[in-house]
Protein backbone atom coordinates (compact mmCIF):
# COMPACT_ATOMS: atom_id res chain seq x y z
CA UNK A 1 0.00 0.00 0.00
CA UNK A 2 1.70 3.51 -1.04
CA UNK A 3 1.52 6.51 -3.13
CA UNK A 4 1.70 5.89 -6.49
CA UNK A 5 1.50 9.45 -8.00
CA UNK A 6 0.61 12.96 -6.59
CA UNK A 7 -0.92 15.79 -9.38
CA UNK A 8 -0.69 19.46 -9.25
CA UNK A 9 -3.59 21.93 -10.66
CA UNK A 10 -3.27 25.59 -10.40
CA UNK A 11 -6.72 26.98 -10.65
CA UNK A 12 -8.27 30.45 -10.73
CA UNK A 13 -11.38 31.15 -8.62
CA UNK A 14 -13.17 34.35 -9.10
CA UNK A 15 -15.49 36.24 -6.12
CA UNK A 16 -18.52 37.56 -6.82
CA UNK A 17 -17.40 40.52 -5.67
CA UNK A 18 -14.20 42.62 -4.76
CA UNK A 19 -13.38 41.30 -1.43
CA UNK A 20 -11.99 43.70 1.17
CA UNK A 21 -10.64 43.01 4.78
CA UNK A 22 -8.15 45.37 6.75
CA UNK A 23 -4.79 44.65 4.73
CA UNK A 24 -6.02 43.92 1.06
CA UNK A 25 -8.94 43.97 -1.66
CA UNK A 26 -9.08 40.56 -3.55
CA UNK A 27 -10.94 39.90 -6.95
CA UNK A 28 -9.63 36.20 -7.48
CA UNK A 29 -7.59 33.43 -5.51
CA UNK A 30 -5.08 31.35 -6.88
CA UNK A 31 -4.93 28.28 -5.37
CA UNK A 32 -3.57 24.23 -6.25
CA UNK A 33 -5.39 21.26 -6.03
CA UNK A 34 -3.64 18.42 -5.33
CA UNK A 35 -4.55 14.66 -6.22
CA UNK A 36 -2.45 12.21 -4.44
CA UNK A 37 -3.02 8.47 -6.08
CA UNK A 38 -2.64 5.46 -4.31
CA UNK A 39 -1.29 2.05 -5.17
CA UNK A 40 -4.68 0.35 -4.52
CA UNK A 41 -7.36 3.03 -7.07
CA UNK A 42 -8.10 5.17 -4.52
CA UNK A 43 -7.35 9.07 -4.92
CA UNK A 44 -7.32 12.08 -2.18
CA UNK A 45 -8.28 15.31 -3.13
CA UNK A 46 -6.61 18.33 -1.19
CA UNK A 47 -6.10 21.75 -1.73
CA UNK A 48 -3.47 24.76 -0.94
CA UNK A 49 -4.83 28.43 -0.73
CA UNK A 50 -1.79 30.43 -0.13
CA UNK A 51 -1.58 33.72 1.27
CA UNK A 52 1.39 36.08 0.68
CA UNK A 53 0.42 38.12 3.98
CA UNK A 54 -0.65 35.29 6.43
CA UNK A 55 1.88 32.30 5.49
CA UNK A 56 4.38 33.85 3.14
CA UNK A 57 2.92 31.67 0.06
CA UNK A 58 2.21 32.15 -3.49
CA UNK A 59 1.37 29.53 -5.65
CA UNK A 60 4.83 29.84 -6.86
CA UNK A 61 6.24 28.82 -3.51
CA UNK A 62 3.63 26.39 -3.30
CA UNK A 63 4.86 24.58 -6.32
CA UNK A 64 8.68 25.11 -6.28
CA UNK A 65 7.62 23.27 -1.88
CA UNK A 66 5.61 20.39 -3.98
CA UNK A 67 8.66 19.67 -6.07
CA UNK A 68 10.96 19.75 -2.60
CA UNK A 69 8.45 17.08 -0.76
CA UNK A 70 6.34 15.09 -3.60
CA UNK A 71 8.93 13.15 -4.98
CA UNK A 72 10.35 11.64 -1.45
CA UNK A 73 6.74 10.38 -0.85
CA UNK A 74 6.27 8.39 -3.79
CA UNK A 75 5.99 4.93 -2.22
CA UNK A 76 5.10 5.98 1.37
CA UNK A 77 1.97 4.23 2.96
CA UNK A 78 -0.79 7.10 2.65
CA UNK A 79 -2.09 5.77 6.11
CA UNK A 80 0.83 6.89 8.02
CA UNK A 81 -0.07 10.57 8.23
CA UNK A 82 1.96 11.40 10.71
CA UNK A 83 4.82 10.22 9.32
CA UNK A 84 4.39 11.72 6.06
CA UNK A 85 3.82 15.06 7.96
CA UNK A 86 7.74 14.03 9.89
CA UNK A 87 9.43 14.11 5.95
CA UNK A 88 7.81 17.15 5.06
CA UNK A 89 8.74 18.97 7.74
CA UNK A 90 12.20 17.20 7.25
CA UNK A 91 12.68 18.19 4.41
CA UNK A 92 11.07 21.52 4.05
CA UNK A 93 10.69 24.08 6.78
CA UNK A 94 7.36 26.55 6.89
CA UNK A 95 5.16 26.59 3.42
CA UNK A 96 2.50 25.19 5.56
CA UNK A 97 -0.49 25.41 2.89
CA UNK A 98 1.38 23.67 0.38
CA UNK A 99 1.68 20.68 3.27
CA UNK A 100 -1.94 21.19 4.07
CA UNK A 101 -2.93 20.25 0.59
CA UNK A 102 -1.34 16.40 0.61
CA UNK A 103 -2.38 16.62 4.66
CA UNK A 104 -6.07 16.78 3.73
CA UNK A 105 -5.34 14.02 0.45
CA UNK A 106 -4.05 11.92 2.77
CA UNK A 107 -7.06 12.19 5.18
CA UNK A 108 -8.95 11.73 2.38
CA UNK A 109 -7.62 8.12 1.62
CA UNK A 110 -7.49 7.59 5.32
CA UNK A 111 -12.17 7.65 4.81
CA UNK A 112 -12.10 6.36 1.65
CA UNK A 113 -9.89 3.32 2.43
CA UNK A 114 -12.10 3.05 5.99
CA UNK A 115 -15.13 3.52 4.16
CA UNK A 116 -16.52 5.80 6.47
CA UNK A 117 -16.98 10.22 5.97
CA UNK A 118 -13.50 11.72 7.45
CA UNK A 119 -15.18 13.53 10.59
CA UNK A 120 -16.64 9.80 12.18
CA UNK A 121 -12.93 8.68 12.06
CA UNK A 122 -11.45 11.51 13.60
CA UNK A 123 -13.85 12.19 16.38
CA UNK A 124 -17.39 12.05 15.15
CA UNK A 125 -18.40 14.69 17.70
CA UNK A 126 -21.47 16.30 15.67
CA UNK A 127 -23.29 15.72 12.18
CA UNK A 128 -23.11 19.80 11.31
CA UNK A 129 -21.60 23.07 12.61
CA UNK A 130 -23.14 26.52 12.18
CA UNK A 131 -20.90 28.41 10.18
CA UNK A 132 -21.07 32.60 9.87
CA UNK A 133 -20.75 34.87 6.41
CA UNK A 134 -18.11 37.17 6.40
CA UNK A 135 -18.92 40.95 5.29
CA UNK A 136 -16.06 42.50 3.62
CA UNK A 137 -15.39 45.94 3.90
CA UNK A 138 -17.67 48.37 2.12
CA UNK A 139 -19.15 51.84 3.80
CA UNK A 140 -21.45 51.46 6.87
CA UNK A 141 -24.80 51.71 5.03
CA UNK A 142 -23.77 49.52 2.37
CA UNK A 143 -22.60 46.38 5.17
CA UNK A 144 -25.64 47.11 6.92
CA UNK A 145 -27.46 46.09 3.69
CA UNK A 146 -25.27 43.14 3.24
CA UNK A 147 -26.05 41.52 6.97
CA UNK A 148 -29.90 42.22 6.44
CA UNK A 149 -29.29 40.34 3.16
CA UNK A 150 -27.43 37.61 4.81
CA UNK A 151 -30.02 37.12 7.61
CA UNK A 152 -32.38 36.89 4.66
CA UNK A 153 -30.68 33.76 3.54
CA UNK A 154 -30.60 32.00 7.04
CA UNK A 155 -27.52 33.11 8.45
CA UNK A 156 -27.68 33.73 11.99
CA UNK A 157 -24.18 34.61 12.31
CA UNK A 158 -22.16 37.26 10.54
CA UNK A 159 -18.67 37.93 10.53
CA UNK A 160 -17.92 41.91 10.31
CA UNK A 161 -14.15 42.86 8.76
CA UNK A 162 -12.81 45.67 9.86
CA UNK A 163 -9.59 47.25 11.26
CA UNK A 164 -9.53 50.16 8.67
CA UNK A 165 -10.59 52.92 11.18
CA UNK A 166 -11.95 52.62 14.23
CA UNK A 167 -14.86 55.37 14.29
CA UNK A 168 -15.80 54.14 10.67
CA UNK A 169 -15.24 51.00 12.45
CA UNK A 170 -18.03 51.19 15.61
CA UNK A 171 -20.09 52.85 12.52
CA UNK A 172 -20.02 49.80 10.47
CA UNK A 173 -20.84 47.34 13.63
CA UNK A 174 -23.57 50.27 14.93
CA UNK A 175 -25.78 49.83 11.78
CA UNK A 176 -25.15 46.50 11.16
CA UNK A 177 -26.33 45.58 14.71
CA UNK A 178 -29.21 48.11 14.19
CA UNK A 179 -30.37 46.18 11.02
CA UNK A 180 -30.62 42.82 12.12
CA UNK A 181 -31.58 43.31 15.49
CA UNK A 182 -30.45 41.56 19.00
CA UNK A 183 -30.67 37.75 17.80
CA UNK A 184 -27.98 37.45 15.53
CA UNK A 185 -24.66 36.77 16.39
CA UNK A 186 -22.18 39.40 15.30
CA UNK A 187 -18.32 38.32 15.08
CA UNK A 188 -15.72 40.76 13.86
CA UNK A 189 -12.64 40.47 12.72
CA UNK A 190 -9.84 43.50 12.58
CA UNK A 191 -7.30 41.38 10.83
CA UNK A 192 -4.49 43.19 12.83
CA UNK A 193 -5.71 46.70 11.86
CA UNK A 194 -6.10 48.53 15.18
CA UNK A 195 -3.12 49.65 17.59
CA UNK A 196 -3.79 48.57 21.09
CA UNK A 197 -4.71 51.60 22.54
CA UNK A 198 -7.31 51.69 19.67
CA UNK A 199 -8.66 48.52 20.18
CA UNK A 200 -9.12 48.63 23.70
CA UNK A 201 -11.22 51.62 23.53
CA UNK A 202 -13.41 50.67 20.68
CA UNK A 203 -14.37 47.19 22.65
CA UNK A 204 -15.12 48.99 25.45
CA UNK A 205 -17.54 51.03 23.21
CA UNK A 206 -18.52 48.49 21.32
CA UNK A 207 -20.06 46.23 24.79
CA UNK A 208 -23.72 47.31 24.64
CA UNK A 209 -24.08 46.12 20.90
CA UNK A 210 -23.22 42.41 22.09
CA UNK A 211 -20.05 41.13 20.31
CA UNK A 212 -19.56 36.98 20.60
CA UNK A 213 -15.83 37.94 20.01
CA UNK A 214 -13.15 40.28 18.40
CA UNK A 215 -10.63 38.23 15.57
CA UNK A 216 -6.45 39.29 15.91
CA UNK A 217 -7.07 43.11 16.82
CA UNK A 218 -3.45 43.87 16.56
CA UNK A 219 -0.46 42.79 14.57
CA UNK A 220 0.34 39.10 14.67
CA UNK A 221 4.13 39.15 16.73
CA UNK A 222 2.35 41.72 19.40
CA UNK A 223 1.79 39.16 21.73
CA UNK A 224 2.09 41.61 25.18
CA UNK A 225 -0.16 43.82 22.95
CA UNK A 226 -2.94 40.67 22.66
CA UNK A 227 -2.74 39.97 26.26
CA UNK A 228 -3.28 43.76 26.98
CA UNK A 229 -6.07 44.23 25.23
CA UNK A 230 -7.62 40.68 26.68
CA UNK A 231 -7.08 42.08 30.03
CA UNK A 232 -9.24 45.34 29.48
CA UNK A 233 -12.10 43.86 26.68
CA UNK A 234 -15.48 43.48 27.43
CA UNK A 235 -15.18 41.25 24.62
CA UNK A 236 -13.29 37.84 23.94
CA UNK A 237 -10.16 38.11 22.52
CA UNK A 238 -9.53 35.56 19.56
CA UNK A 239 -6.03 35.15 18.22
CA UNK A 240 -5.82 34.33 14.45
CA UNK A 241 -2.75 35.34 12.03
CA UNK A 242 -0.90 34.74 15.92
CA UNK A 243 -1.46 31.37 16.06
CA UNK A 244 0.07 28.73 12.65
CA UNK A 245 1.03 26.07 14.94
CA UNK A 246 0.29 23.88 18.19
CA UNK A 247 3.61 25.85 19.44
CA UNK A 248 2.03 29.30 18.61
CA UNK A 249 -1.28 27.88 20.24
CA UNK A 250 0.88 26.84 23.85
CA UNK A 251 2.62 30.12 23.52
CA UNK A 252 -0.01 32.48 23.61
CA UNK A 253 -2.15 30.58 26.31
CA UNK A 254 0.58 30.98 29.10
CA UNK A 255 1.35 34.23 28.23
CA UNK A 256 -2.75 34.34 28.90
CA UNK A 257 -3.13 36.78 25.80
CA UNK A 258 -6.64 34.57 24.19
CA UNK A 259 -9.81 33.63 25.25
CA UNK A 260 -10.63 31.62 21.87
CA UNK A 261 -7.97 30.48 18.79
CA UNK A 262 -9.03 30.50 15.32
CA UNK A 263 -7.30 27.94 13.19
CA UNK A 264 -6.79 27.37 9.64
CA UNK A 265 -5.87 24.56 8.11
CA UNK A 266 -4.00 26.46 5.29
CA UNK A 267 -1.86 27.91 8.46
CA UNK A 268 -1.17 24.85 10.26
CA UNK A 269 -0.45 22.27 7.60
CA UNK A 270 -3.23 20.26 7.46
CA UNK A 271 -5.64 18.31 9.40
CA UNK A 272 -3.42 16.67 11.83
CA UNK A 273 -1.47 19.40 13.16
CA UNK A 274 -4.80 21.30 13.80
CA UNK A 275 -6.04 18.37 15.66
CA UNK A 276 -2.88 18.94 18.00
CA UNK A 277 -3.73 23.05 18.46
CA UNK A 278 -7.45 21.79 19.00
CA UNK A 279 -6.31 19.15 21.99
CA UNK A 280 -3.60 21.78 23.32
CA UNK A 281 -6.78 24.47 23.45
CA UNK A 282 -9.11 22.36 25.09
CA UNK A 283 -6.62 21.75 27.94
CA UNK A 284 -6.36 25.21 29.01
CA UNK A 285 -10.26 25.11 28.41
CA UNK A 286 -9.85 27.57 25.36
CA UNK A 287 -12.08 27.40 22.56
CA UNK A 288 -11.75 26.95 18.66
CA UNK A 289 -12.63 28.19 15.74
CA UNK A 290 -12.29 26.34 12.98
CA UNK A 291 -11.39 29.32 9.87
CA UNK A 292 -10.63 29.37 6.25
CA UNK A 293 -8.76 32.17 4.44
CA UNK A 294 -9.50 31.74 0.22
CA UNK A 295 -10.28 27.76 -0.39
CA UNK A 296 -12.20 26.54 -2.84
CA UNK A 297 -15.08 23.90 -1.49
CA UNK A 298 -12.15 21.37 -1.60
CA UNK A 299 -10.54 22.83 1.71
CA UNK A 300 -13.65 23.96 3.08
CA UNK A 301 -15.30 20.59 2.98
CA UNK A 302 -11.75 19.88 4.87
CA UNK A 303 -12.52 22.02 7.33
CA UNK A 304 -16.48 21.47 7.45
CA UNK A 305 -15.16 17.55 8.76
CA UNK A 306 -12.84 18.33 11.42
CA UNK A 307 -15.00 20.95 12.63
CA UNK A 308 -17.72 18.11 13.03
CA UNK A 309 -15.07 15.94 14.78
CA UNK A 310 -14.26 18.22 17.67
CA UNK A 311 -16.02 18.98 20.65
CA UNK A 312 -13.81 21.97 21.84
CA UNK A 313 -14.18 23.31 18.13
CA UNK A 314 -17.16 25.65 18.73
CA UNK A 315 -17.36 28.09 16.20
CA UNK A 316 -16.92 27.77 12.16
CA UNK A 317 -15.97 30.59 9.69
CA UNK A 318 -16.12 28.20 6.73
CA UNK A 319 -18.01 30.74 3.93
CA UNK A 320 -14.92 31.09 0.85
CA UNK A 321 -16.49 29.23 -1.01
CA UNK A 322 -19.84 30.58 -0.78
CA UNK A 323 -18.18 34.04 -1.56
CA UNK A 324 -16.49 32.69 -4.42
CA UNK A 325 -18.34 32.38 -8.07
CA UNK A 326 -16.45 29.76 -9.69
CA UNK A 327 -17.94 26.06 -8.74
CA UNK A 328 -15.13 23.78 -8.16
CA UNK A 329 -16.97 20.61 -6.43
CA UNK A 330 -19.65 19.41 -8.54
CA UNK A 331 -20.84 16.63 -6.40
CA UNK A 332 -19.87 15.83 -2.42
CA UNK A 333 -19.58 19.61 -1.10
CA UNK A 334 -20.74 19.88 2.28
CA UNK A 335 -24.37 21.43 2.92
CA UNK A 336 -25.65 24.67 3.60
CA UNK A 337 -28.84 24.70 5.47
CA UNK A 338 -30.14 27.21 7.85
CA UNK A 339 -26.72 28.46 8.63
CA UNK A 340 -25.10 24.73 9.51
CA UNK A 341 -22.67 23.34 7.16
CA UNK A 342 -23.16 19.76 7.15
CA UNK A 343 -20.22 16.98 6.05
CA UNK A 344 -20.74 14.58 3.32
CA UNK A 345 -21.61 11.03 4.54
CA UNK A 346 -19.73 8.95 1.98
CA UNK A 347 -16.41 8.03 2.41
CA UNK A 348 -13.51 10.48 3.32
CA UNK A 349 -14.16 14.02 2.32
CA UNK A 350 -17.27 12.35 0.54
CA UNK A 351 -16.30 14.75 -2.93
CA UNK A 352 -17.47 12.64 -5.60
CA UNK A 353 -17.01 14.92 -8.77
CA UNK A 354 -15.07 18.11 -9.58
CA UNK A 355 -15.09 20.66 -12.40
CA UNK A 356 -12.71 19.11 -14.56
CA UNK A 357 -12.96 21.84 -16.72
CA UNK A 358 -11.80 24.12 -14.32
CA UNK A 359 -9.31 22.33 -13.31
CA UNK A 360 -7.74 21.37 -16.84
CA UNK A 361 -4.68 19.65 -16.44
CA UNK A 362 -2.20 19.31 -14.06
CA UNK A 363 0.64 21.59 -14.15
CA UNK A 364 3.35 18.85 -12.37
CA UNK A 365 2.98 15.04 -12.19
CA UNK A 366 5.51 13.79 -9.61
CA UNK A 367 5.68 9.76 -10.34
Known sequence: MGIQSIEAYPVVLRYRETF???????????????????????????????????????????????????????????????????????????NPSAKAAIDIALHDILGKAARKPLFKLIGGFREDILT????????????????????????????????????????????????????????????????????IAILNKLEPLKIEFVEQPVKAEDIHGLAEIRESSPIPVMADE???????????????????????????????????IVAIAEAANVPCMIGCMSESTVGITAGVHLASALKNILYADLDSDILIADKLVFKGAPALKASKRVPSMKPGLGIVQLNEKLLGTPLRVYK
Open 132 to 199: DLTLSIKEPKEMAMDAVKAVKKGFKALKVKVGVNPTEDFERIRRIREAVGSEIAIRIDANQGWTVKEA
Open 242 to 276: SVHTPEDALHLIKEKAVDMINIKLMKSGGILKARK
Open 20 to 94: RIAPTTTVENHNIIVKVVTDFKVVGIGESAPSKRVTKETPQTVIETLDKIAPHLLGMCPLRIEQVNETMDELVSE
